[in-house]
Nanobody
Framework: QVQLVESGGGLVQPGGSLRLSCAAS????????MRWYRQAPGKERELVAV????????IYAESVKGRFSISRDNAKSTVYLQMNSLKPEDTARYYC???????????????WGQGTQVTVSS
């Protein structure tokens, strides 16, 4: 049974940091590119970052470049999202996703997690 379980969300003040984790099971983690997406209330789900199977390539949304960093540990079947200099507009539910292709397209997603809420507010 495939599972993607996100953790690390919460309430943080503007300018603060959070580190999200996504623990994967039920599939060969190193065979999949991993993504983080987010969805704010009333908005469409948007791509935040993608990392290739062995971490050599990444893609970031323009809105998070220089502030967020995606990484992975294949030995632990876990992908991370380090979020720094958080802004109120980063408030959203953050989802982990896996897809065999390294791309930013939602069509290439094979598995989704349930998400973790991030709220940036003073």
């Amino acid at each position: 049974q495939v599972q993607l379980v996100e953790s690390g969300g919460g309430l943080v003040q503007p300018g603060g940091s959070l580190r999200l984790s996504c623990a994967a099971s039920g599939f060969t983690f190193s065979s999949y590119a991993m993504r983080w997406y987010r969805q704010a209330p009333g908005k469409e789900r948007e791509l935040v970052a993608v990392i290739s199977r062995f971490g050599s390539n990444t893609i970031y949304a323009e809105s998070v470049k220089g502030r967020f960093s995606i990484s992975r540990d294949n030995a632990k079947s876990t992908v991370y999202l380090q979020m720094n200099s958080l802004k109120p507009e980063d408030t959203a539910r953050y989802y982990c996703a896996a897809g065999a292709r390294f791309s930013g397209s939602v069509r290439d997603i094979d598995y989704w997690g349930q998400g973790t809420q991030v709220t940036v507010s003073s």
